[in-house]
């Protein structure tokens, strides 16, 4: 995918104001709208002029692109890092991948996960009775959160456009209660720290969407856990019971004997905290010793010798 300048798309710096990018996109509009343009590729032209628009008139989406943008040029391969906007606070409905669609890959990736069907937020769920708008914003959790529960500080960036319409970010830190059991793509609705509300009604939400840090050890599916555990060749060939470190305390697990590497278990209600709780899925890797004294080297010629065993040979008719 190629990163798109779209300052340069709208003809315009990257501290231009407002104005001066709504005075571009209506120079650009008139230039190549389909109706009125001879230029050949007008309509191309046209869409893109539309997409550079949409993201630099919103000052959520512009403060966005500009801290993830910074160093790319146009054209350059590019790929949004994970948790990419993660401490980002967002307003209104936003984008849905479907509406993201009608534009291009590089806005679809950017921006088609930020919005209503991201986090939970209902057009016009907000709008009744003078209500403040509902907020919402993705965080990063460590994993082990999710296992007892925890208060954890927060710090999010809130766009803010001054009088000339110049986007600055600035930052606002919650003490946030995360629940035991929290899971991935969990809401988590802190009332009242959303928009404020006309007229003397109620401020909006802020909805928080969990996301967990990667993990050293643990990969996570929605409650399961996946974890690599390493055995030793005797371990695997004659069984044992060998312990497991989680994030909730260490787990005695039984290796069948013969398993080999690949060979996958199932531990039941040992994922992440729920009703039900999730699983732990273990994935066995044999794991050779090294042969880096003479003692190793002897006992490895002895099993060369001894078990006759050729890999190569196994499943072959």
Do not use: C
């Not at 404020?196 to 401020?203: C, L, V």
């Amino acid at each position: 995918m190629e990163f798109k300048d779209y300052y340069q798309t709208l003809g315009v710096g990257r501290d231009a104001t407002a104005d001066e990018i709504k005075s571009a996109f209506r120079k650009q509009a008139r230039k190549y709208h389909p109706d009125v343009s001879k230029e050949p590729d007008a309509e191309r032209r046209m869409k893109e002029v539309n997409e550079a628009y949409t993201v630099l008139s919103d000052p959520e989406k512009r403060a966005a692109y500009d801290q993830l943008g910074r160093g790319y040029r146009p054209g350059q391969e590019f790929r949004p890092p994970p948790g990419w906007d993660s401490g980002f606070e967002f307003s209104g409905s936003g984008f849905s991948p479907r509406e993201a669609a009608d534009f291009s890959d590089f806005f679809a990736e950017l921006f088609g996960r930020i919005g209503s069907a991201r986090a939970g937020f209902q057009p016009g769920e907000s709008g009744f009775a003078g209500r403040g708008g509902d907020h919402h914003a993705k965080v990063l959790l460590d994993l082990e959160d999710t296992f007892q529960g925890a208060t954890r500080q927060i710090s999010l960036r809130v766009p803010k456009a001054d009088a000339q319409g110049r986007v600055a970010l600035e930052t606002r830190t919650l003490n946030v209660k995360i629940p035991q059991g929290v899971y991935e793509g969990q809401i988590i609705r802190l009332a009242g720290q959303g928009a404020p509300g006309g007229g003397g009604a109620a401020a909006g939400d802020l909805l928080l969407e969990v996301h967990f840090k990667p993990h050293t050890r643990l990969h996570v599916q929605g409650r399961d856990l996946r974890l690599v555990l390493p055995v030793a060749p005797w371990e695997a060939a004659l069984g044992a019971v060998v312990q497991a470190d989680l994030p909730a305390g260490s787990l005695k697990v039984r290796i069948p004997a013969g398993a080999q590497s690949g060979h996958q278990l199932r531990v039941r209600g040992k994922g992440i905290p729920g009703n039900p709780a999730g699983d732990l899925m273990l994935e066995i890797q044999v794991v050779l010793p090294p042969a880096n004294t003479a003692r190793a080297r002897e006992l490895y010629e002895a099993m060369a010798k001894d078990l006759a065993f050729d890999p190569r040979q196994q499943g072959r008719a």
